[in-house]
């Protein structure tokens, strides 16, 4: 299994039930997530601050990888908060890799004004 394929079941798992033992053997051991909703960079167990605030308030919908080789992954998902009237969320995440594990993750969002499950083959029950 790649690390891409990997990565597309573990960081749900970490959203969804908090639990991160599928992410961390994924993790160099220096590595950082520049997250753009508060333009810093951080480390996992500072991400773990934010997943455990965030978890909530949303839930990961498909993800599919969009590119993978030895150096590089890059992830879409979407995600809908739970708030009503729910909004829906473009995710993009590319990571570098190094020594064969995620070493540094860029990650960029975009509301929608839309629902993208919509005309999709896959649904938002499947993923709450």
Known sequence: MSIGEKSLKA????YAKKDY????????PEYLCH????????????????IETLSDFFAIGH?????????????????????????FV???TTDTIKEGKIFYRHIIREFLDYDPSEGQDWNWEYYE
């Open 63 to 87: 993800r599919k990888i969009l590119y993978e080789n030895e150096n590089v992954l890059v992830i879409s998902w979407f995600s809908k908060h739970k708030e009503v009237p729910p909004r």
């Open 90 to 92: 473009a995710t993009m």
């Open 11 to 14: 960081w749900p798992r970490a």
């Open 35 to 50: 997250d753009y909703r508060i333009g810093i960079e951080l480390n996992f167990e500072s991400e773990k601050v934010l």
């Open 21 to 28: 033992s599928l992410i961390e053997p994924l993790l160099h």
